[in-house]
Each structure stands twice: as structure tokens, then as C-alpha cells.
């Protein structure tokens, strides 16, 4: 059964850091696209980062600079390091896993809530 678990939100300061994980089971991290997704409030799903097999990432434009996503294939574990966090990243964070970074992601995580106050 593929199972995928996120930890690490919570409450910080706007500028601040926060990192979330993603423990994988059932699947290796290494063998998939991995993606981080976040929906705020009254929002649509947006796409955060994804990392590849081959270890290429990528980001969403808002993100970019101040968020890392990164792997640990010992710990089948996806992470996102968020740094210089905003009020507007507020939001549910997701991990997913896929075959392409477009998608489309077949498995998801249940989220992790990231408030970030002003």
C-alpha cells in the first residue's frame, strides 16, 4: 500500500523558516516525480516544487529563492525547506508522487497546515 505521510507545519512569523517532510512507504522517492502542492483558503490547488528521479527540481514562481526541495533516498523522504516565509504561503501543504513533473501526481499525502502571520 502506497502511503504517503507529510509533518513539520505549523505557526511561524512571517521571514522565518519552516521545513515539512514527506515520509514515502510502498513506493521508493527515488523512482518518481515528486511534487509539493499547497490550497489556501477559498483557493485552488497551486504547485509548489517537484523534484525528479534524476534529481531536477523546479518551482512556481512565487516560491522561487526562498523554497528548496530536496530528497533523502535512505529515508524515502521528500522534503521542502521554506525560508523567508510570506503571509501568502499560508496554506495546506501536500506531497504527491507522479511520473511527470506535469502530471499527472496518483498518489497524495493528507496535508500539513503552514500559517504564516504577519
Known amino acids: 500500500q502506497v502511503q504517503l505521510v507529510e509533518s513539520g507545519g505549523g505557526l511561524v512569523q512571517a521571514g522565518g523558516p519552516l521545513r515539512l517532510s514527506c515520509a514515502a512507504s510502498?513506493?521508493?522517492?527515488?523512482?518518481?516525480?515528486m511534487g509539493w502542492f499547497r490550497q489556501a483558503p477559498g483557493k485552488g490547488r497551486e504547485f509548489v516544487a517537484g523534484?525528479?528521479?534524476?534529481?531536477?527540481?523546479t518551482y512556481a514562481d512565487s516560491v522561487k529563492g526562498r523554497f528548496t526541495i530536496s530528497r533523502d533516498n535512505a529515508k524515502n523522504t521528500v522534503y521542502l525547506q521554506m525560508n523567508s516565509l510570506k503571509p501568502e504561503d499560508t496554506a495546506v501543504y501536500h506531497c504527491?508522487?507522479?511520473?511527470?513533473?506535469?502530471?499527472?501526481?496518483?498518489?497524495w499525502g493528507q496535508g500539513t497546515q503552514v500559517t504564516v502571520s504577519s
Open positions: 504527491a508522487q507522479g511520473t511527470r513533473l506535469v502530471g499527472p501526481y496518483d498518489c
Open positions: 510502498g513506493r521508493t522517492v527515488s523512482s518518481y516525480v
Open positions: 523534484i525528479t528521479w534524476s534529481g531536477a527540481n
